[in-house]
């Protein structure tokens, strides 16, 4: 199949682009539903003792780690049957939550249902993600990444308000339920009628790799046979490539700051005395600033390349996460998320896209499914991480200086082992595909 029949770019595929960032924003609904209202009436209404950051941290912790092995699985598994597909069962898998909610007897409840959002969402994100890569240009994979991470993380927080404001109207549990039974069905219709499998395109671009040199060959790594199997891509991805494996480490302890907001910053802003409301805007500042920035941070880094903004981001965010622990008064909270925000905006969709330009089409599903297995097992470590630096400091401010000191040393390693992998700014000399006649004939 030719590339010709299947063109690549934003506004050859605006129909099938704009399905499926409608389906990444249910995606972030289905996700931003927990983060409000459950951690901060874990008390209440599901029956976790006051002070428990440990036990707290355990639905999060659940959740990172299974959404983490199903981006693993996802990428592998939508080289062989189809994205359509992988997409389809993430949102069947998703129909019990809210109703585990709503009828939850205590916190186990709460987890189990967690870990089937763990699912849905290591299932339906990436797929959101690797289709969208799969019909755009490779001039166009920042804004790509951007909007991508734009619609999904505006849904993230948007959820957290609606849900709050659903919550005080309904109760907890009524509201949860109604809001994500809404989001669930809509996710499988939406599917099952407009969107398309993506698989031929990756497919299409590869051949067309096999038989032109592009204008900007990129940085693939060397030695890799052609459709490498899954453990040679997972050792590429983790220490092999230096260059991969410093995007794998940034990614990972990224999701430290969201295990934070979602575990740590509701119960401290309501130790703090914020009503729930009030919480729920400066939880979703955050989204809200990460969500729109993308929407310039990603489209930046087509023309000034990935690296600089990705080192900056992790910075920046670290000093945001900081500086809320800092403060005292909800206008200077939400101006620290905003920044935090801002920061993930700079890191968030570049470190995705560099993966993307240096990792070919014939198993790119499978490297950006191992990127976020890495990446999203930051939640896990993350949640861990916040639960004992509360616990074993006996401060809930502890939690803030372990995420910013770990996104000050990550942001340092990634300078450090990382470089710039945009093809038009830092090019390969020699393409990979190009044999031997070809070399010795220049």
Same mark, same amino acid.
């Given at each position: 199949m030719s590339?010709?029949?299947?063109?690549?770019?934003? #506004? /050859?595929?605006?129909?099938?682009?704009?399905?499926?960032?409608?389906?990444?924003?249910?995606?972030?609904?289905?996700?931003?539903?927990t983060r409000t209202v459950i951690p901060a009436l874990a008390e209440t209404e599901f029956g976790v003792v006051r002070g428990s950051?440990?036990?707290?941290?355990?639905?999060?912790?659940?959740?990172?780690?299974?959404?983490?092995?199903?981006?693993?699985?996802?990428?592998?598994?939508?080289? #062989?049957?189809g994205r359509k597909r992988v997409l389809l069962v993430g949102w069947i898998i998703a129909l019990p939550i809210p109703i585990m909610i709503w009828a939850a007897p205590n916190w186990g409840w709460i987890v189990a249902a967690t870990v089937l959002l763990g699912v849905n969402q290591g299932l339906c994100w990436s797929m959101t993600q690797t289709s969208k890569l799969d019909i755009t240009r490779a001039d166009q994979r920042g804004l790509t990444m951007g909007l991508n991470e734009f619609s999904g993380y505006v849904g993230v927080a948007l959820a957290g308000v609606i849900t709050a404001y659903f919550a005080e109207a309904l109760g907890a549990r009524l509201g949860l339920l109604v809001f994500g039974m809404a989001v669930v069905v809509l996710g499988i219709f939406l599917t099952v009628v407009w969107i398309k499998d993506t698989l031929p395109w990756a497919k299409a671009e590869t051949a067309a790799h096999r038989t032109a040199r592009?204008?900007?060959?990129p940085r693939y790594p060397k030695g890799v046979s052609d459709h490498p199997d899954t453990g040679e891509v997972f050792a590429l991805m983790t220490w092999r490539d230096r260059r991969l494996a410093a995007l794998s480490q940034a990614g990972l302890v990224e999701k430290f700051v969201d295990a934070l907001v979602w575990v740590i910053l509701p119960v401290y802003l309501t130790a703090k005395g914020a009503s729930l409301t009030e919480m729920g805007w400066i939880v979703g500042v955050y989204g809200f600033v990460w969500g729109a920035s993308?929407?310039?941070?990603?489209?930046?880094?087509?023309?000034?390349?990935?690296?600089?903004?990705s080192v900056l981001g992790m910075w920046i965010c670290g000093a945001g996460v900081a500086l809320i622990a800092v403060v005292d008064s909800t206008p200077w909270w939400a101006v620290s998320a905003g920044i935090a925000g801002f920061g993930m905006a700079l890191l968030y969709?570049?470190?995705g896209a560099a993966v993307a330009d240096i990792t070919p089409p014939a198993w790119r599903g499978s490297a950006i499914g191992i990127y976020r297995f890495?990446?999203?097992?930051?939640?896990?470590?993350?949640?861990?991480?916040?639960?004992?630096?509360?616990?074993?400091?006996?401060?809930? /401010?502890a939690p803030f200086l372990f995420v910013a000191l770990?996104?000050?040393?990550?942001?340092?390693?990634?300078?450090?082992?990382? /470089? /710039?992998?945009?093809p038009r700014l830092n090019p390969e000399i020699t393409a990979p595909w190009e044999n031997e006649a070809e070399k010795s004939a220049k």
């Open positions: 590339t010709a029949s299947l063109p690549l770019g934003i #506004r /050859e595929n605006f129909g099938q682009f704009t399905h499926q960032l409608i389906q990444v924003l249910l995606v972030g609904f289905a996700i931003g539903m950051f440990v036990m707290l941290a355990v639905f999060v912790m659940a959740f990172g780690v299974v959404k983490a092995v199903m981006n693993f699985v996802a990428g592998r598994l939508s080289e #062989r049957i592009p204008m900007f060959p993308q929407l310039v941070t990603g489209r930046l880094s087509d023309h000034v390349g990935r690296f600089w903004p969709p570049n470190l890495w990446r999203d097992l930051g939640y896990g470590i993350g949640a861990l991480g916040v639960g004992l630096a509360a616990h074993l400091a006996g401060a809930v /401010e770990s996104m000050f040393i990550s942001g340092a390693l990634l300078y450090f082992w990382g /470089e /710039e992998t945009h």
